[in-house]
């Protein structure tokens, strides 16, 4: 069952409160309406499902364009004598609106979709509106598709924007993946808004060869993926937040191997610079994730 249906009527009675005098029935049809908003972009929205009379939960079986615009009567009348201008919600985030009255207008029907657990999220409590990221007027709603989502949301989140920008980023840019790959919009259990209950779980739930368990764990990479990934973007190689040697530095001694003797012979290509060019650490420890070979506790092989 559509979450709509549940509260359906609910919304009937929430109807009532908020527009006394109106039923289910417009005050204003929206055929009086589109008389003087003729604009084509108008008619788009029949396009959208917010538009489908025959679905009975939707605004156009209900008050039409004054279930989002709230009572037009007073509106449309002065309009029609030349008179002053009546208020109708726009949307506009005109003074003296706020984000929680604006949004009533979509909670009405909507508080099954992102009702409770909106209230006390990043997104809520820094007074956003519905309409801060979604367009009900548009044929398709850019936020809501994978290769227009980030747009919206790079609006406000300049940060991001440029992280994926860097040489090494998850390929958001690309299309192949959106902020909501990660993030839930309306809420969710952590802070970061994300779709999992831990940084780690969420990393896990696509790099799934990460997960193991290993025969030799390395005991940061099965604690948490952040303390040497970044999420967003990196101007180092996969995502790192620094380049080995220095990441593997961080946490493990400078002071060299007490098993390796630091002659020519001793190392790899006869390279000794191995510790710290190229692949550094990693020319010698590949399995920096964790190891399942008998023989790699030293994470080698
Ligand atoms: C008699 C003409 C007329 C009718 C009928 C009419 N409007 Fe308007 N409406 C206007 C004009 C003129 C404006 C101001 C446009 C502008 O400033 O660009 C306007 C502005 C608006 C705005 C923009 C926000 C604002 O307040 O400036 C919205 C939303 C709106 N009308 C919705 C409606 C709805 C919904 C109905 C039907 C219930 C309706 N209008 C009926 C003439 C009309
Ligand atoms: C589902 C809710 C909803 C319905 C139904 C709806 N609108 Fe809107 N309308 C909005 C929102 C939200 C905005 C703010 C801009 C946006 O998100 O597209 C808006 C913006 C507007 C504007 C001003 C912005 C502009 O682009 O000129 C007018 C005029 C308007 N609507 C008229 C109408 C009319 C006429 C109808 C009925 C045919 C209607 N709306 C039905 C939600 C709605
Ligand atoms: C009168 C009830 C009603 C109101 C008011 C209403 N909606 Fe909806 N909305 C619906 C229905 C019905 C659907 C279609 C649901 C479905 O397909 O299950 C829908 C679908 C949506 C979708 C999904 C669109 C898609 O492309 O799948 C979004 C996003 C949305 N509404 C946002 C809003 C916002 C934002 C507002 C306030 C500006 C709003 N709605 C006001 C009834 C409403
Ligand atoms: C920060 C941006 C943002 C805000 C603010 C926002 N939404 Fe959404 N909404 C989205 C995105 C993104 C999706 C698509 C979800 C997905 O792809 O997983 C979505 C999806 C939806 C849907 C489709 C059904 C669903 O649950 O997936 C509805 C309905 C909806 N939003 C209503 C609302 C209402 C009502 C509000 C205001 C209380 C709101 N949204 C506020 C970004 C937002
Ligand atoms: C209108 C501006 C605006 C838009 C659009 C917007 N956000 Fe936000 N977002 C904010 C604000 C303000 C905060 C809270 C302050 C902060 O942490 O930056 C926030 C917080 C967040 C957080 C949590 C940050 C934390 O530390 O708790 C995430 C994740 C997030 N937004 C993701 C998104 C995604 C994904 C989209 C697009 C679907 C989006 N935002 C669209 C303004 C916006
Ligand atoms: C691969 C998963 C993933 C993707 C895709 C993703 N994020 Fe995040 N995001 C995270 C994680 C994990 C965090 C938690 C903080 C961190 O970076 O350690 C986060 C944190 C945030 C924050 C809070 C500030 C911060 O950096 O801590 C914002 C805002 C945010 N993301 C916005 C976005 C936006 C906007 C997009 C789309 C352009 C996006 N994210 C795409 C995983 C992701
Ligand atoms: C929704 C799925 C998804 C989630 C969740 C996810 N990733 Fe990814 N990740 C990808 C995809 C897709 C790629 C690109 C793979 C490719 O290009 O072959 C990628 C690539 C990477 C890369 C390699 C980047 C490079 O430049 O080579 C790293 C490192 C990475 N992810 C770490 C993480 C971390 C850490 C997390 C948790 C914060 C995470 N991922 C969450 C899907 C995901
Ligand atoms: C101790 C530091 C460290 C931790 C913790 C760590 N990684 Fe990595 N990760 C690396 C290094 C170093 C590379 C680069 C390997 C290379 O260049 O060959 C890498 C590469 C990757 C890649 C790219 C391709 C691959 O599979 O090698 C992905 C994806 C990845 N890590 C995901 C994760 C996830 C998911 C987690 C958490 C479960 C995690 N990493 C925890 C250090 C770490
Ligand atoms: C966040 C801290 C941290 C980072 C960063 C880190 N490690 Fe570790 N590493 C550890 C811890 C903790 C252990 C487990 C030590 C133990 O069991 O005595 C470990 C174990 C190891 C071992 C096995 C040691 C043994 O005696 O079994 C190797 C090899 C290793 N790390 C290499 C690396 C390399 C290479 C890098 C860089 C890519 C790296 N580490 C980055 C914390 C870290
Ligand atoms: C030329 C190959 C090579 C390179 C490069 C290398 N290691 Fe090692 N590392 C080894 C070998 C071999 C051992 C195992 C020594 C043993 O068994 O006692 C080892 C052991 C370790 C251990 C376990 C220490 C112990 O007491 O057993 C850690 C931690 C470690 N390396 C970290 C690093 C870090 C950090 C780097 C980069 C700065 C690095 N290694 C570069 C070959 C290398």
């Known amino acids: 069952m559509r979450p709509l249906a549940a509260v359906a ?78 208020p109708v919600v726009n949307f506009d985030h005109e003074p003296g609106t706020t984000a929680e009255s604006e949004n009533a207008a979509c909670m009405g029907c909507h508080t099954g979709n992102v009702g409770l657990p909106w209230n006390g999220s990043a997104h809520e409590r820094n007074d956003l509106a519905c309409v801060d990221c979604h367009s009900v007027h548009k044929p398709t709603d850019p936020v809501t598709m994978q290769s227009s ?33 990660c993030h839930n919009p309306h809420h969710s259990t952590t802070d970061a808004l994300l779709k999992r209950d831990t940084l780690t779980e969420l990393c896990w739930s696509c790099h799934t060869d990460l997960k193991g368990p290993y025969v030799f764990e390395h005991a940061p990479a099965s604690e948490d993926c952040s303390l040497c990934h970044e999420s967003h973007g990196s101007i180092h190689q996969a995502l790192l937040t620094r380049s080995p040697p220095l990441l593997c530095q961080s946490c493990h001694s400078q002071s060299g191997h007490p098993s390796i003797s630091f002659t020519p012979d001793s190392l ?31 994470l080698m092989r």
């Open 149 to 181: 989502q980030a747009e919206v949301c790079f609006d406000c989140h300049r940060e991001q924007q440029a992280d994926s920008m860097k040489p090494s980023s998850h390929p958001v840019r690309f299309d192949v993946m959106a902020c909501t790959s």
């Open 268 to 298: 790899p290509g006869n390279n000794p610079s191995a510790m710290v060019v190229g692949g550094s650490c990693l020319n010698c420890h590949r399995q920096v994730h964790g190891s399942n070979h008998p023989s790699g506790s030293k």
């Open 9 to 86: 009527s609910a919304f009937g009675l929430c109807l009532l409160l908020a527009a006394p005098g109106h039923a289910q029935q417009p005050g204003v049809d929206a055929d009086a309406c589109l008389t003087c908003h003729n604009d084509e972009r108008m008619l788009l929205i029949f396009r959208t499902p917010h538009g489908q009379g025959a679905d009975p939960d939707s605004p156009f079986a209900n008050q039409q364009c004054e279930s989002c615009h709230g009572a037009g009567e007073d509106h449309a009348g002065t309009r029609g004598v030349g008179g002053g201008h009546a």
